[in-house]
């Protein structure tokens, strides 16, 4: 047996909160980042899911918690448990989000308003709730997920685009804002991810059955994308992990393209 143990991992000793973690892109950041040493608590508003999903981690290295990231109290609660459970707070995910595609015309006021609740809401109510306990603790990193929809518009899309599009923008400008207090904010823009985010989608459905199969619409969903694939969930938790970990330490107002050269 090695006299040595195990080299620490990229986020040992660290905590961190990461929202949306029941499904895809969060699930795969949660996953990674317990595998690099981190304690996660993994939040969703999915809570049964989430517990499934925090259930098969360590679980000295894991917990579950059940948060809206439109609802402010539910913040407050989220990382009040985190404190009491780890005492800091180091990292922050603000991944939660949701698709929406319709036509602008045909898209309702209350549709409009659900998209920038989840999407933009929610990373601001993250910014203000997590970024304080960042501050308590003498800083941190928060990455929030944008899209390469918040870059190049996406005809029925509008809110979607537009939402993430603020989220690029809000994570700039409270880089700059929480910069004395050695907080680093950034933000990561994929392109397309074969997650279940898609598979929600009607259209999506409709394509299958058309082209015979998902693996079809992922690839005719993809044309436009130089490296011609859609990115695996994996690959855009190891950018976020970059960012996350001390070491990016010079990297903040920044934005990170995910997307096999799509918004080149
Ligand atoms: N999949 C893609 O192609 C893609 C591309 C670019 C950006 N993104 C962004 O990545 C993020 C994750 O997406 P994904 O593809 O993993 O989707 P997903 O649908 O697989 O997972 C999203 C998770 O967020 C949770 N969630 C939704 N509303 C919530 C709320 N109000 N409060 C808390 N949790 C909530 C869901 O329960 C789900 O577990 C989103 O912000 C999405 O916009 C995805």
Known sequence: MSEHPPPPGRLAGKVALVTGAASGIGRAVAELFV????????????DELVRGVA???PEAQA??????????????AAVTAVLARWGRLDILINNAGISFGQPLTETSLA?????????????FLGLKHGGAALRRGGGG????V????????APGAAA???????????SRTAALEFASAGIRVNS?????????LWESMPFFAEMAAKLGGTAAVWAELSKDVPLRRFADAGEIAQGILYLASDESRFVTAADLALDGGYTA
């Open 55 to 57: 259930g098969s981690l």
């Open 141 to 144: 990193s928060i990455v929030n």
């Open 63 to 76: 917990c579950a918690l059940a948060l809206d990231v439109t609802s402010e109290p539910a913040w407050e």
């Open 160 to 170: 979607y685009c537009a939402s993430k599009a603020g989220v690029r923008m809000l």
């Open 188 to 196: 990561v823009s994929p392109s397309g991810v074969t997650t279940p």
């Open 35 to 46: 595998r690099e040493g981190a304690r996660v608590a993994l939040a969703d508003l999915a």
């Open 111 to 123: 549709d409009w308003r659900r998209v920038m609740a989840v999407n933009l809401d929610g990373v």
């Open 146 to 153: 944008a899209s390469a929809s918040g870059i190049k518009p």
